[in-house]
């Protein structure tokens, strides 16, 4: 079911009627954890055994780990939730990768292995609330969270259908106090929940489908693409993949907020980045904080000294990379941003301050440059090519197709009249968005749209809702991130 179809839109009004006709939490609270199984259930009813057992092994392990007399004892059950979903996680997502690139590294030095590989059909959205669950028990142990006695209220907190195939991860110390206490539906929340489920889908519907379009030919054909039609492929997928994912992020905020909660922003204008840390500050934030907090830190951060750094550097953005998907690619992309987090921080010892007067000037210096080398991570990340191998299976071929898009140069830089089209094609969508988030940027405020005068938002407004209708891609596509 996704955010983007007629089945959600019929779906989402019946419980929202409902949900506020109940008005007692425990009540709503109950509709909600029907309507979020329904929800994932959508998807296949057969993974809902995998949420219920991760829910009641977190749950049960976080009041033992609690009530614990020994720290030996508190260590068990935080083992137990840790290596439940990690066992979960690793068997769905990762089993086939790592069987098959064992029977191919074997075969390398001669040994003809016989390849175990399943059947295994990915459930949407593990790789969410796997992570949200751990963070649960994780603080718990820490001495950071007290657990829930109530069951339905942890249940809901795993659940949560706005954020639960997609994110944010959210953290228990947010979202559980807000599912517990009664909520308060204002008339700022409606407006702003408004807001991002319009802007969200506007984002997916309009940008990110029809630059699908786009990118999906130049990568397909990459042997034959000119320079110029493949740094406007890779262009074009970094916005397709912006607005795809926070398209997401902000209608799974506006579903919540229009019924009293209040997730995590996820996005922070993350092409405006000046450098590598920056970025991550700004791009899936609640992923990046999730393995700072859970990952780098625990690792050592930035303690152990300079060299240690950099290895819990590089660790962090390796998994990271691995946790987006079983595929070379993803590892790829994991150990270029982890080289390039950790080339930044040794080449900042060497800079010098910037005038007051040349800040401007520099920052969009940095701004450009940091994109530019965003790009090519993108590069990496989308380069997702299948090959058929000699046995009939289809094989990794994503290096394949990185060497093909960098060696484009060798078929000429100029722009052909099918660059230009589609240089003017990628403007169409991409500059609406551009043009907002500069003014967000501008004046600090994701919300500046609200201070603009009636007839300009108006104005604005019907331009938007012009574009949706006549450009609007209806047939509800998957997000991109549900296949992570």
């Known amino acids: 079911m996704f955010f983007n179809s007629w089945q959600f839109i019929v779906f989402f009004a019946v419980v929202y009627t409902t949900y506020v006709l109940l008005r007692r939490p425990k009540w709503q609270n109950l509709l909600l954890l029907v309507a979020s199984y329904y929800f994932y259930a959508a998807w296949d009813w057969r993974f809902l055994g995998l949420i219920l057992l991760s829910t009641v092994v977190d749950y049960f392990a976080g009041l033992r780990i609690v009530h614990a007399e020994s720290y030996g004892a508190k260590r068990r059950w935080v083992t137990l939730s840790i290596a439940t979903n990690l066992g979960i996680l690793g ?123 786009l990118v999906d030919p130049v990568f397909d054909g990459s042997a034959h693409a000119t320079a110029a039609q ?153 380069a997702t090519r299948r090959s058929p191998s000699p046995d009939g299976t289809l094989r990794d071929d994503s290096l394949g197709q990185i060497l093909e898009m960098l060696t484009s140069m060798h078929n000429g830089w100029g722009f052909t009249g099918e660059s230009l089209v589609l240089s003017g094609q990628i403007a169409f969508f991409v500059l609406p968005l551009m043009v907002v988030q500069w003014l967000q940027y501008r004046s600090d405020n994701h919300y500046v749209m609200s201070t603009w005068s009636l007839p300009v938002r108006s104005a604005f407004l019907g331009f938007l809702s012009w574009m949706w209708l006549l450009y609007g891609v209806q047939r509800g596509t998957a997000f991109i991130y549900f296949q992570f």
């Not at 769905?92 to 040994?111: Q, R």
């Not at 060497?350 to 940091?370: E, L, S």
Request: proline share 4%.
């Open 230 to 382: 493949a740094y406007l492929g890779v262009f074009a997928f970094a916005f397709q993949i912006y607005c795809d994912f926070s398209g997401y992020s902000d209608v799974a905020r506006g579903i919540a907020r229009v019924m009293g909660f209040e997730l995590m922003r996820n996005f922070d204008l993350p092409y405006f980045a000046v450098n590598p840390s920056d970025f991550w500050r700004r791009w899936h934030i609640s992923l990046s904080t999730w393995l700072r907090d859970y990952l780098y830190i625990p690792l050592g951060g930035n303690m152990g000294g300079t060299a240690r750094m950099y290895r819990n550097l590089f660790l962090t953005m390796l998994l990271g990379g691995l946790w987006h998907g079983a595929a070379w690619n993803y590892v790829w992309w994991g150990i270029y941003h982890g080289l390039l987090l950790i080339a930044f921080r040794v080449a900042a010892g060497g800079t010098r301050k910037v005038p007051v007067g040349a800040m401007k000037m520099v920052t969009m210096v940095r701004v450009f440059v940091m994109f530019q080398l965003t790009l090519f991570g993108w590069l990496l990340f989308r």
């Open 91 to 213: 068997f769905f997502k990762y089993f086939n990768f790592f069987a098959d690139n064992l029977a191919a590294l074997l075969a390398s030095v001669g040994m003809n292995p016989d390849t175990l590989r399943l059947d295994i059909v990915l459930p949407v959205g593990i790789s969410f609330y796997t992570f949200q669950t751990m963070s649960y028990t994780i603080d718990i142990y820490r001495d950071r969270l007290r657990p829930t006695r109530n069951f339905l209220d942890f249940a809901l907190f795993v659940a949560f259908f706005p954020q639960l195939v997609a994110g944010p991860i959210e953290r228990a110390r947010a979202l559980l106090p807000q599912i517990q206490r009664p909520r308060i539906i204002t008339r700022e929340a409606l407006h702003s929940g408004a807001w991002l489920i319009y802007w969200g889908l506007w984002k997916k519907i309009v940008v990110a489908d029809n630059l699908a379009f």
